[in-house]
Nanobody, 116 residues
Framework: QVQLVESGGGLVQPGGSLRLTCAASGFTFSSYAMSWYRQAPGKERELVARIGSAAISINYADSVKGRFTISRDNAKNTVYLQMNSLKLEDTAVYYC?????????WGQGTQVTVSS
């Protein structure tokens, strides 16, 4: 059974930091590109960051470059998103995604709220 379980969301003040974690199971994690997406109320889901299977290829949305860092630990089947200098507009549900060829899996999401 494939599972992607996100954790680490919560309420944080502007300028603060959070670290999201996505624990994967049920598939060959090290063969999959992993991504973080987010969806704010009334908006479409958007790609935040993506990391290739070997962590060589890494991409970020322009809106988070220099503030967010994606990383993975293939030995632990885990992908992380370190979020620094958080802004009000980073408020969203953050989803973990794994993709390889025609196979794609999603987590249930974790809420991140940036508010003063």
């Amino acid at each position: 059974q494939v599972q992607l379980v996100e954790s680490g969301g919560g309420l944080v003040q502007p300028g603060g930091s959070l670290r999201l974690t996505c624990a994967a199971s049920g598939f060959t994690f090290s063969s999959y590109a992993m991504s973080w997406y987010r969806q704010a109320p009334g908006k479409e889901r958007e790609l935040v960051a993506r990391i290739g299977s070997a962590a060589i290829s890494i991409n970020y949305a322009d809106s988070v470059k220099g503030r967010f860092t994606i990383s993975r630990d293939n030995a632990k089947n885990t992908v992380y998103l370190q979020m620094n200098s958080l802004k009000l507009e980073d408020t969203a549900v953050y989803y973990c995604n794994g993709r390889r060829l025609i196979y794609e899996y999603w987590g249930q999401g974790t809420q991140v709220t940036v508010s003063s």
